[in-house]
T-cell receptor, first 110, second 110 residues
Framework: SQQGEEDPQALSIQEGENATMNCSYK?????LQWYRQNSGRGLVHLIL?????REKHSGRLRVTLDTSKKSSSLLITASRAADTASYFC??????????FGDGTTLTVKP | DVKVTQSSRYLVKRTGEKVFLECVQD?????MFWYRQDPGLGLRLIYF???????EKGDIPEGYSVSREKKERFSLILESASTNQTSMYLC?????????FGQGTRLTVV
């Protein structure tokens, strides 16, 4: 079964608003990563958070990790139309095995 | 710049054909992965490799095999292509938990 599960499956917001996406997983992890995919394009790595970290920032991105709840969230602040894409979380175990969720499709309306 | 290159962007093959999907990375990474991406199913891990001549089954290895004769090259083989293997195939390499993806190969089996 899929390890990472994103929530919601689809999100539509206005430009300037914040977008929050959540990810839940089931087993112990070494780290969790968020990726972005534009339609028809490859995946782009956004941010990695290790199991001993609770929060990480990169530009307008903020990622949190709660290992007790086995969940992570990705916050995009002050969204732009160019942020429209699918966002995936991926978990990596100590053995190097990775599992991706189905993704959240974000639409930012200008 | 980091680079993962998949040999074909688009491929059309007939049912029963043996299909080779090639992936090359120039980062001297130990770990390489093959995924398939299908609508509603997200990314699913087919096979991965931690070293030359090493391979390990992922979540959906049936109908596939892999070859890792050289560190930089990880090949995915469809022994006898079937229509249910029509999909987007993504190759990735990773180091210290950070993965880099190729642009993907969209395979259609007719």
């Amino acid at each position: 079964s899929q390890q990472g599960e994103e929530d919601p499956q689809a999100l539509s917001i206005q430009e300037g608003e914040n977008a929050t996406m959540n990810c839940s997983y089931k087993t112990s992890i070494n780290n969790l990563q968020w990726y972005r995919q534009n339609s028809g394009r490859g995946l782009v790595h956004l941010i990695l958070i290790r199991s001993n970290e609770r929060e990480k920032h990169s530009g307008r991105l903020r990622v949190t990790l709660d290992t007790s709840k086995k969940s992570s969230s990705l916050l995009i602040t002050a969204s732009r139309a160019a942020d429209t894409a699918s966002y995936f979380c991926a978990t990596f175990t100590n053995a190097g095995k990775s599992t991706f969720g189905d993704g959240t499709t974000l639409t930012v309306k200008p | 710049d980091v680079k993962v290159t998949q040999s074909s962007r688009y491929l059309v093959k007939r049912t029963g054909e043996k299909v080779f999907l090639e992936c090359v990375q120039d980062m001297d990474h130990e770990n390489m992965f093959w995924y398939r991406q299908d609508p509603g199913l997200g990314l699913r891990l087919i096979y991965f490799s931690y070293d030359v001549k090493m391979k390990e089954k992922g979540d959906i290895p049936e109908g596939y095999s892999v070859s890792r004769e050289k560190k930089e090259r990880f090949s995915l083989i469809l022994e006898s292509a079937s229509t249910n293997q029509t999909s987007m195939y993504l190759c990735a390499s990773s180091f210290l938990g950070q993965a880099f993806f190729g642009q993907g190969t969209r395979l259609t089996v007719v």
